[in-house]
């Protein structure tokens, strides 16, 4: 069992900066692959980011590419999610995921997070 807890959302304007963390707990959960999707209101959840269990391979969506930065420091079973020039269509709440493989498919996810809100204003 793979427990998940995201923090860091909050409002910003248009080209500010957050840094969303996931506090993941359970014995087993540094060898998880983590994921980030997010889910803005009336629109489907999507894909942001993802990372391998050991850190060494990431993957961004294309709207969040060269803004986003996803890291993990398994020592602190902290993932995080750096997001810089944001954009309103940025606006969503975010999860943080855990899944055997770092994959862009959200049913390859086993574990999932409560979310945090992310808005960002124009």
């Known amino acids: 069992q793979v427990q998940l807890v995201e923090s860091g959302g909050g409002l910003v304007q248009t080209g500010g900066s957050l840094r969303l963390s996931c506090a993941h707990s359970g014995r087993t959960s540094s060898s998880y692959a983590m994921g980030w999707f997010r889910q803005a209101p009336g629109q489907e959840r999507e894909f942001a980011a993802t990372i391998s269990a050991t850190g060494s391979t990431a993957y961004y969506a294309d709207s969040v590419k060269g803004r986003f930065t996803i890291s993990r420091d398994n020592a602190k079973r902290t993932v995080y999610l750096q997001m810089n020039s944001l954009k309103p269509e940025d606006t969503a709440v975010y999860y943080c995921?855990?899944?055997?493989?770092?994959?862009?498919?959200?049913?390859?996810?086993?574990?999932w997070g409560q979310g945090t809100q992310v808005t960002v204003s124009s």
């Open positions: 995921a855990a899944g055997r493989t770092n994959s862009m498919w959200s049913t390859t996810y086993d574990y």
